[in-house]
């Protein structure tokens, strides 16, 4: 039985199934399944994701598989009797086997094993390689179909040290002393990047000069933190005397206090603190021990390692480190009160800052940072930025937030094809330096082309003309010489569609006097007026815990007022996007299902072309929505929203995930929709360029700001550093 016929036979029943579907499900029934897998109910499984809503199609076509498939079946079930594998009871050492021969039990006192052993191999090497190299092949497909499993495990592993295990393993307290009068700059050439069977870097050089602060940038999915995982756990040969921290998670919750927790978390700190006690220690018992030569030797041991563990701690400035915790924490939003709460009473994200807080105290040689924005408001985040461009070694970053690598890089790293490139100058100068870049290569390659078709003209004409043969035969040769042209990378653009909004008549929603709290002694906003329309484009920022959220979902009516009126037009429809989205999904559908559960009565091309308008195409509408990475997650959540067919968009922090070409994409969507538009964000080119007025939420209310998001910014680092 061939794949064709599988093929046509699925194409019979389903013709609107896409070819890769067909090919990946034919080819699976014929060669590629696993010894052990069901094939049937697989494919059973596989074509009832196609045919939603057409069971009895779906019985009659695994009717007519199990029938063609009928003899492979057969051959499978003989091969799956055969014996397997066991476990032995015990642990059994061959090496104190070494004289018996490996084949003595098999038989009846015959060993097989020595009589065999004067004859020649008879083995075909070549055929032997030929079929290791197709094994191979096949076990790497299935590693790519259990790629995300492995990255779970890969978390498990890791979740299985402890945060201070993991820094001396990659920190030994050795690399302090041996990093005096050593170059803290990197470069390592011809490195290799891989996850699973997944190719991150080929052959790709890793530049970083000490005290630069670069911006990786790249698509989504280019595999950007795979390769700050690599460097952080130093599987990239980093040299051993450059410490290294990476903030990815965040931390986990306990009775230890903020403070304390960001003091913990210099390790080398807390390390030679702990030993300056037991030494005093040591030294107060062995006062009391008498003047005999043992305990006279034991003082001197331990009076000079004091001393040694003194020198370090001073290096390390050890003294000024809870004032220094203390001023991280104030700038990243924390209070005096929240400083002396313990972690376990803080959500995810003020556990993200608690993170980043502690990578910062540390001061690592190259410190490692993913997406740091995401977590924090653009109060905390001014602050950041400001602080960040005095950082004193190597920092590598990663975000899709351009005003932050605006403000903070030094350097560009742009990840794709496999390698890495390099631009000196922050995020702008890199765009306008790659754009111009990108255009000369497609002029360069266009003359190229234009100049082959000229040199084949002519020769097409002339070759077999005996009075210009011979020019003919010259400009082949020329053609011959030529280097293999290689097209430029097409520039990848994308485009989000929302449906136009239904006209209908203001007032569509208002606020007036309204006042809220989730108790009456603790109220969050007083006396708020706020009117939304169609033309509305309105940005909310303030620092978290303000009250930003809450006025969004009393604008939902998600939340009652104490007072005031909250009116609102009976034909409205108002579109959510949560910041926390991804919640909302269900991880086991995929997102053509997840679509037909929210808004049934379509047909499934209907749902896929609509995800099309999202970047969600071809086989990931078919991808299980938990597999998918945050920024294909957002523009599930976003396809969602657009089918509400809404008025009015109330967007919080829609930028989170996004990378940079997906973001370009949301804000030429939202300049371009005829419907109102309130977001809640922390990135100042996204607010600039959706958002014509700017409404600060601060002190229990919400008031219009005159002025702009830098101004704003600006306001808010001078108030930080006026701080005493």
């Known amino acids: 039985m061939s794949t064709q016929e599988i093929a046509k036979e699925i194409l019979s029943v389903f013709p609107d199934t896409e070819e890769p579907i067909v090919q990946y499900l034919s080819g699976y029934l014929v060669d590629d399944a696993g010894a052990e897998e069901d094939v049937l109910q697989v494919a059973n499984d596989i074509l009832d994701s196609l045919g939603m809503g057409r069971p009895k199609d779906v019985q009659r076509l695994m009717e007519r598989l199990r029938d063609l498939l009928s003899d492979q079946l057969a051959a499978r079930a003989k091969t799956s009797t055969r014996p397997k594998l066991m476990k032995l009871d015990k642990v059994v050492d061959l090496s104190k086997a070494g004289a018996i021969s490996n084949t003595i039990a098999l038989g009846e006192g015959v060993d097989l094993e020595s009589i065999n052993k004067a004859k020649a191999s008879r083995v075909d090497v070549k055929k032997l390689e030929k079929q290791e190299a197709k094994l191979r092949a096949k076990i790497e497909k299935r590693a790519r179909r259990d790629l995300y499993e492995g990255s779970k495990l890969l978390d498990q592993h890791r979740k299985q040290q402890t945060y201070e295990e993991m820094f001396m ?42 005290g630069r602060r670069y911006g990786l940038v790249g698509r989504n999915g280019v595999g ?134 502690r990578a910062l105290f540390v001061k690592p040689a190259l410190l490692l940072l993913d997406e740091p924005s995401n977590h924090i408001d653009l109060n905390a985040l001014a602050w950041l930025e400001d602080y960040l461009q005095t950082w004193p070694g190597t920092l590598l970053v990663v975000s899709h937030d351009r005003a932050f690598l605006d403000a903070v890089a030094t350097d560009i790293v742009h990840q794709h094809s496999g390698r890495l490139d390099y631009y000196k100058g922050n995020f702008t100068q890199f765009y306008s330096t790659k754009s111009e870049r990108d255009r000369n290569l497609r002029k360069e390659y266009g003359t190229q082309v234009e100049y082959r078709k000229h040199l084949q003209a002519f020769i097409d004409r002339w070759r077999y003309n005996a009075n210009r043969a011979a020019q003919a035969q010259m400009r082949i040769k020329i053609l011959e010489k030529l280097p293999d042209l ?84 009976g034909r409205l429809r108002i579109g959510y996007f949560s910041q926390h989205h991804v919640d909302t999904l269900i991880p086991t559908m995929s997102p053509v299902q997840f679509l037909a559960s929210k808004f049934p009565g379509r047909t499934e091309q209907e749902y896929r072309s609509h995800l099309g308008n999202f970047q969600i195409s071809g086989m990931t509408g078919l991808q299980l929505i938990g597999t998918l990475s945050g920024g294909q997650k957002s523009r599930v959540a976003f396809a969602v929203l657009s089918l509400q067919k809404p008025h009015v968009l109330l967007l919080d922090e829609p930028t989170n995930h996004l990378d940079i070409e997906g973001l370009d994409a949301l804000m030429a969507a939202l300049n371009t929709w005829n419907g109102g538009v309130i977001v809640i964000s922390h990135d100042e080119r996204f607010i600039t360029s959706v958002a014509k007025e700017l409404w600060v939420c601060a002190n229990g209310t919400v008031s219009k700001f005159m002025g702009d998001v830098q101004s704003y910014k600006s306001l808010i680092v001078s108030n930080v550093k006026a701080r005493p």
């Open 486 to 569: 290689q097209p430029p990378e097409e520039e990848e653009t994308e485009k989000f569609k929302f449906p136009e909004a239904e006209k209908i008549s203001p007032p569509l929603l208002q606020l007036s006097e309204v006042t809220f709290g989730y108790s009456p002694e603790k109220l969050i906003l007083r006396n708020v007026n706020f009117d939304v329309g169609l033309d509305s484009r309105i940005a909310i920022v303030g620092a978290n815990g303000a009250g930003k959220s809450t006025l969004i979902k009393l604008l939902t009516s998600e939340l009652k007022p104490f007072s005031g009126d909250c009116n609102r037009n």
């Open 169 to 210: 393993k990659i920190n030994p307290l050795e690399a302090a002393a041996s990093a005096k009068h050593k170059s803290k700059d990197i470069h390592l050439t011809n490195i290799d990047v891989n996850f699973g069977s997944n190719r991150i870097l080929s052959g790709a050089t890793l530049t970083l000069a000490y």
């Open 224 to 357: 950007k933190s795979t390769l700050l995982r690599h460097i952080a756990m130093r599987e990239v040969p980093i040299p051993p005397h450059i410490t290294i921290l990476f903030v990815e998670q965040e931390i986990v919750g306990d009775d230890t206090t903020a403070l304390d927790s960001v003091l913990k978390a210099d390790v080398w700190r807390d390390h030679l603190l702990k030993e300056e006690a037991a030494l005093n220690a040591k030294l107060a018992e062995l006062e009391s021990g008498g003047d005999d030569r043992r305990v006279e030797e034991e003082k001197e041991e331990a009076s000079s390692r004091l001393v040694e563990v003194h020198t370090r701690l001073s290096d390390m400035d050890a003294e000024s480190g809870p004032s220094r915790a203390a001023a991280l924490l104030a700038g990243l939003g924390f209070n005096e009160e929240d400083q002396s709460k313990p972690t376990k009473s803080f959500s995810g994200g003020w556990r993200m800052r608690l993170a980043l807080a």
